[in-house]
């Protein structure tokens, strides 16, 4: 199966150690480790393999993939030899990278990122093209009467208003292109009844949103073991040091509300009540692509004896992101051959805040993700 992974983003840090790690997945350069689909419960015929995959995508920065490449070698994030002896193969995907369309309406930029899709699809013969949006966070996006319906929507965006937010107007573009959509931010991308309905016309699935890679999947184990063995979680507070391009994006005050009210959802919904106590992200421009997040959790058990447990988590955001967009692309792929449409609730797992999942327990999710596979792999709808 032919796959386009078409990444909004594509010059940033996660989206250029996805198209890194591909490469060397396909050339056997390296282990599957991160990858949850190469795991035997999940592992199968119905997904691309990684030769299947194809990258392509959308950025307003120019800086050569080759280079960012390097650079995320040198702090690190992935091994530099894997960017020398993958040059040739990242020049290549070079070419199927396009600048982020500028200027006129916007519905002349999502004419423009159809055009682009369509083109990378016929190019290299791809049945199919998954959007993966790993863009900079954006705060949450301003109302619009357009938002609501279709055929207001496309009657707006012919205008001279900025109707949707880049991240929607994108997934507005994936849809009319006839392109799964996947949601790896917390922007609003197709999280608007007007394109939601628009992707259930068009029969195409998609999923999101924000991927669950650090403090929050810590939280999605912990959680559900207090609310478990019924001891009154009292207080969970959590702080965030990240640098790194979405360090510097969630420095803003308005992306960095989207991205703290996406990672305190899991708490009030796992425990039934919300403890006292809230998450904080800072810049630490020094930390690149390393996150340190700390949590202090307090807690009463029988009789009110109070307790409390602490955790720190010392992650590489990138290289725990990345693998999780092959997958993402891979299942998303795999439920638009089979026919899902509309949200794949299913691949909440990924998610820190995940579209109409009953429960924000990752032993769950998981569950689900198996069981959703196993179909799949049946030959099933899914
Ligand atoms: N790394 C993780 O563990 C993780 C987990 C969950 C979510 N995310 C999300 O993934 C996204 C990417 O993270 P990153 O570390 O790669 O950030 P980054 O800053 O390195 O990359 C973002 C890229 O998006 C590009 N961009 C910004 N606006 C754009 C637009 N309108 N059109 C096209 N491209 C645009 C930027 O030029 C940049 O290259 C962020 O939104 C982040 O919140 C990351």
Redesign the pocket.
């Known amino acids: 199966m032919r796959t386009g992974v078409w990444l909004?983003?594509?010059?940033?840090?996660?989206?250029t150690t996805s198209i890194v790690g591909g490469l060397a997945l396909r050339a056997g350069l390296t282990a599957p480790t991160g990858c949850v689909t190469e795991l035997p419960a999940l592992r199968g015929p119905a997904l691309p393999t990684f030769a299947d995959l194809f990258f392509g995508g959308?950025?307003?920065?120019t800086t050569p993939l080759t280079k960012r490449a390097e650079t995320l070698a040198d702090a690190g994030v992935l091994p530099g030899r894997l960017a020398a002896t993958l040059a040739a193969d990242l020049t290549a995907v070079e070419e199927d990278l396009r600048p982020?369309p500028t200027g006129g309406t916007q519905a002349d930029r999502a004419a423009a990122v159809v055009a682009d899709l369509t083109a990378f699809r016929q190019r290299h013969r791809l049945d199919r093209v998954v959007m993966v949006d790993?863009?900079?966070?954006e705060p949450a996006a301003r109302p619009h009467p357009g938002h609501a319906d279709p055929a207001a929507l496309r009657a707006a965006l012919a205008g001279p208003d900025e109707v949707l937010p880049?991240s929607s107007l994108?997934a507005y573009a994936a849809v009319e292109a006839g392109c799964p959509y996947v949601d790896?931010?917390?922007?609003t991308g197709l999280r608007l009844p007007a394109l939601a309905e628009l992707a259930v016309a068009r029969g195409l699935p998609y999923a999101g949103h924000?991927?669950?890679?650090?403090e929050t999947l810590v939280k999605s184990v912990l959680a559900p073991m207090f609310a478990m063995r019924h001891l009154a979680v009292r207080t969970w507070s959590g702080t965030n040091l990240l640098g790194?391009?979405?360090g510097?994006?969630?420095a803003d005050p308005a992306a960095n509300a989207a991205?703290v009210s996406s990672k305190q959802r899991v708490l009030g919904e796992t425990l039934g009540y919300l403890p006292q106590g809230g998450t904080r992200i800072e810049y630490v421009e020094e930390l690149g692509?390393f996150?340190t997040a700390w949590d202090l959790i307090t807690f009463t058990g029988f009789l009110g004896t109070g307790m409390r447990m602490e955790f720190s988590w010392h992650?590489c955001?990138?290289a725990?992101?990345a693998p999780l967009v092959l997958d993402l692309a891979r299942l998303t792929a795999a439920a638009h051959a089979a026919g899902r449409v509309g949200p794949l609730t299913d691949l909440a797992f990924f998610f820190?805040d995940p579209l109409g999942s009953p429960t924000h327990s990752l032993g769950e999710q998981w569950q689900r993700l198996v069981e959703f596979t196993g179909r799949l792999h049946a030959g099933g709808t899914a």
């Open positions: 909004v983003g594509a010059r940033g840090s996660v989206a959308h950025d307003l920065a982020a790993v863009s900079a966070t880049p994108y790896f931010t917390p922007s924000d991927g669950k890679t650090g790194g391009g979405d510097a994006t969630l991205k692509d996150k992650g955001d990138s725990l992101a820190k």
